[in-house]
């Protein structure tokens, strides 16, 4: 087992940017909440401000490579994400809430979870593979 572990959020793809055809992009904002060991670490991304992301194939991918969690390995984490499509006339759209549990051995946790490319391998069963959105990280030894 590794004495620590690297969670690292690569990708984010949108697949409903939650706006009327005329707009081309979507506006959004994400939160990550990662629970370890019983204590809670937030990441609000972007810090300020919000992405502009189109739901078109071409363009519906946001490169993150973003750390959410690094250290001891625990005996059980959480990973929660959501996202909202901001509005400023109505309220905001959240995106479906993401959230897998790990307990047990560590070692069976690292590993690419999600899919980082838009080709047909991507399984609508897991949870990664949400109906509005989708993720990829990856656990990985630190």
């Known amino acids: 087992m590794p004495e620590r572990i690297r969670v690292t959020l690569r990708s984010i793809q949108i697949l409903d940017k939650l ?9 959004f904002r994400f939160l990550a909440r990662v629970v370890v060991d019983g204590h809670l670490r937030e990441v609000r991304f972007p810090r300020d401000g919000h992405y502009e992301i189109s739901a078109h194939p071409e363009w519906n991918r946001l490169k993150l ?3 959410l969690y690094e250290g001891p390995t625990p ?5 929660e994400l959501s996202g909202e499509e901001l509005d400023s006339v109505t ?10 549990a790990f307990q ?6 690292l590993g690419a979870y999600g899919t980082s490319t838009s080709d ?23």
């Open 120 to 142: 047909a391998r991507v399984d609508p069963a897991q949870p990664e593979n949400m109906s509005k959105w989708r993720v990829a990280y990856v656990i990985e030894p630190a």
């Open 19 to 27: 706006e009327p055809f005329y707009k081309k992009r979507g506006e």
């Open 104 to 109: 047990g051995e560590a070692s069976a946790w």
């Open 65 to 67: 490579d973003r750390v």
């Open 75 to 79: 005996q059980a984490m959480t990973i």
């Open 91 to 100: 309220a905001n759209d959240p995106l479906d809430q993401y959230l897998r």
